[in-house]
């Protein structure tokens, strides 16, 4: 069942699930290399679907924790990230897996990714569920990418509108009454 304010499905749930089992293949793949279990740090609270699907995947022991984190507001990035809810779990000497729902700028992720290293975390590794490069304003690039979509506005699966539609089980478009 569509919700009523969709205007299309980009990616259904079967797609998002193929997708999850092929990352936590990625992040086991990684651990069984190091012997280390794998730290990821989903960025609330768009990631909370993707991380609860990604680890559903994962067959080896795995810890998670969770960052609330955003950039400072302006034209420029400030190189500083403004923390809304801190991590419970040192990054000290770790590879810290961040899980994100979707990489627009970037600007949140390049300074959470500094904010980590600054910390002592040993490599910073960037698992996104969706990547939108046309909308980059600053050098990063995600080691894994779910989608790669165009510069439109999608919700669902984390993602919100007015803090609506992130328990929808897809992405999709949002139909342009819902925010004209
Ligand atoms: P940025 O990469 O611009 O620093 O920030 C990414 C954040 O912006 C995402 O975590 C998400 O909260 C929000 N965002 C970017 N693009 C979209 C989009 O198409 N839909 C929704 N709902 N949020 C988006």
Redesign the pocket.
Known sequence: MIDSGIEKVLINFSQIQSCCEKMAKTIESYSVDTKEAPLLVG?LK?SVPFMAELIKHITIPVEIDFLSAH?YEGIQSSGKVKIDKDLDISCLNRTVWII??????????LEVKQMLLERGAQDVVIVTLLD?PE?RKVQIEADHVGFTIPN????GFG???NEKYRNLPYIGVLKPEVYL
Not at 100 to 109: A, F, K, N, Y
């Open positions: 960025l768009g950039s994100e729902d979707i990489i627009d700028t970037g600007r949140t992720l939108k909308g439109a506005f999608v919700v993602l919100d509108y």
